[in-house]
């Protein structure tokens, strides 16, 4: 589900939608569909690996790897073994 989840958060679509593409993908699989979302979203941000925006990227944000443009996020926890690219 979160590998899903990931890939539907590319600042395209709301979470309205990334929701309502979750519930047609899973079905009753992670009922309330809703709640999962949000908690798997709110892991992702307590992590320092996502910010939700209010508005649409449309292409004002570099979105390379390892770049936070907003400068909102943490550094990723340590325990994920991400490597800093020189």
């Keep these: 589900m979160n590998s899903l989840l990931w890939e539907l958060m590319d600042g395209s ?3 309205e939608q990334i929701t309502q593409l979750m519930d047609l993908t899973f079905h009753e699989r992670i009922t309330p569909v809703d709640e999962r979302v949000e908690a798997s979203v709110t892991n992702l941000m307590a992590l320092g690996l996502a910010v939700v925006r209010n508005s649409p990227i449309n292409g004002e944000w570099d979105t ?5 443009p907003s400068g909102l996020l943490s550094d990723p926890d340590s325990s994920l073994g991400i490597i800093e690219e020189e």
């Design 13 to 15: 679509r709301t979470l």
């Design 64 to 68: 390379t790897p390892l770049r936070d």
